[in-house]
């Protein structure tokens, strides 16, 4: 991650300072309140800081005589660089320097200021995961700035009281429906993950389509570490903006993935139980692809086994097989044209057919040759490596998933067509095309996930809620 504030903070202090290191301000504003002692934030200012967990205590209001003196030393040095700190400041907060503080401030002062502004959110997020030093990160904290005050868990279920949707029975603030109480706890107990609720709430669906999915796709990584997956601790659930398309994303510094709001809908299909798109499922999968990439580079000391198996061959300097993103996607789209012309031209709508949905009326840029010859998966997985990492993950799944599904059926071609409808809905939903993830990063996955291997479905079982089948991973049935 980089930290926008750690480029900026020298530009606050006089040359003289530079080198005796970047947080003296933050020294000099810390050292002289207790934080802890002041009274906190009202509500009003909810906005303005990254929410832990729904309902957390704001952040300890600053008041005037803690900023003016600085103020008055910002705007006496007249360095080009305090100057545009200054500028930026502004632009931030406007002119009231109680706000600008929280730029330097260092709660438990171990030179990690508690927060950064974030210009894209317009919120300031933490950069300390510890912000008060008690040990206990933030989003586990019952005042996370107040090192006094730790957590508890009176029923001692790993879930810390202010987190459990079950501590309402003892008498506290959530209150959740059995079922909800019931999920938490089974993802916990399944998985050591945290389902939180933030500036959203989580809702039955997603949870149970989020547990479904790592215990399909990442069943692996669960019984090898004592059904943990140990750099991931919390599932958050945001509001999130409706026009921004982003369904879900991972927090690596804070070990999260948060689900949007975006991502519950209702919806349902013949593979999956829990009733949400089809493409929630991936993204589900894409997400837990970015923490599990990391896990194995721990665990392999730095080595990044992906990247000797499969992607160094096809990303050189960042770009897929030597071309920008653009140029992919311009040769994508020029392909589509060409058929569409001759198509029209010759009268001959095969010519078009394969790129084009006639019933869902959707052109798909993956199953143009381009596309399939080059092993592109989605326009997304041009992006990085780490996202080609991610699509491949999710392809690599869903592949496997839509094969054993219909392992049943004993003609082949039909088999083929339920199998390639099912792709279709997935490239229409999500843009990704499974079929077209390269031998190699199969073979990849299929070492570490053994999906091929384990994975397989029983159509016998009809549950209570009515799906019909369930999956069954190792001899042993995913609930
Ligand atoms: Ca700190
Ligand atoms: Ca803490
Ligand atoms: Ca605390
Ligand atoms: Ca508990
Ligand atoms: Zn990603």
């Known amino acids: 991650m980089s930290h926008p504030l750690l480029s900026s903070w020298a530009a606050l202090l006089p040359a003289a300072f530079m080198l005796s290191g970047c947080n003296q301000i933050s020294e000099l504003i810390s050292s002289r309140v207790d934080w802890s002692s002041r009274a906190q934030l009202s509500g009003a200012f909810a906005q303005e800081f990254e929410v832990f967990y729904e309902g957390n205590p704001l952040p300890r209001a600053t008041v005037e005589s803690d900023c003016k003196p600085y103020l008055k030393y910002f705007e006496q040095v007249n360095f080009e660089q305090t100057r545009a700190r200054l500028a930026d400041l502004r632009a931030h907060h406007g002119d ?83 079922e909800m109480v019931a999920l ?13 609720h933030q500036t959203s709430r989580h809702d ?57 709001d975006l991502a519950r809908r209702e919806s349902s299909d013949s593979i999956f139980g829990s009733r949400v798109p089809l493409e929630v499922y991936a993204v589900a999968i894409h997400e837990l692809g970015h923490a599990f990439q990391d896990l194995l580079k721990v665990e392999n000391g730095g080595r990044d086994l992906a990247d000797e198996a499969f992607l160094s061959r096809d990303w050189v300097d960042g770009r897929f097989r030597s071309s920008s993103k653009s140029a992919w996607e311009a040769r994508i789209v020029a392909e589509v044209r060409e058929r569409m012309d001759a198509s029209e031209r ?107 291997r384990d994975l397989s479905f029983d159509r016998e079982t009809v549950r209570a809620d009515g799906f019909r089948g369930s999956w069954v991973r190792a001899g042993r049935s995913l609930r």
Not at 108 to 135: C, H, L, M, P, V
């Open 184 to 196: 938490q706890r089974e993802l916990y107990r399944k998985t050591k993950i945290i389902a939180v």
């Open 96 to 178: 009231d320097c109680r706000k600008w503080m929280y730029e330097y401030i260092d709660t438990d002062r171990d030179g990690r200021t508690d927060w950064y502004w974030n210009s894209d959110k317009g919120q300031f997020q933490a950069f300390d995961n510890d912000i008060d030093g008690d040990d206990v990160e933030n989003l586990v904290d019952a005042d996370p700035y107040d090192a006094s005050v730790r957590n508890s868990d009176s029923d001692r279920n790993g879930i810390p009281d202010h987190l459990d949707w079950g501590f309402a029975a003892t008498g506290t603030r959530t209150s959740a429906t059995p």
């Open 346 to 452: 010759s009268v001959d709508s095969r010519l078009l057919d394969e790129v084009y949905d006639q019933q869902l009326k959707k052109v798909l840029l993956m199953r143009t040759t381009v596309a399939t010859q080059n092993g592109i998966l989605s326009t997304y997985s041009l992006t990085s490596p780490a996202e080609y990492f991610a699509e491949s993950a999710a392809a690599y799944v869903m592949k496997t998933v839509f094969a054993k599904r219909y392992q049943h059926v004993s003609s082949s071609v039909r088999r083929a067509e339920l199998s390639d409808s099912m792709e279709r809905l997935l490239e229409v939903r999500d843009g990704l095309r499974a079929s077209n993830l390269t031998p190699e990063a199969e073979r990849f996955f299929e070492e570490h996930l053994h999906l091929s």
């Open 204 to 260: 039955i669906p997603t949870l149970r389509a989020f547990l479904e999915t790592i215990q399909i796709a990442y069943g692996a990584v669960l019984d090898s570490h004592g059904a943990s997956f140990p750099n991931l601790k919390y599932f958050g659930a945001e509001r999130g903006e409706a026009d921004s398309g982003t369904l879900a994303y991972f927090q690596r510094a804070k070990n999260k993935i948060v689900f949007m």
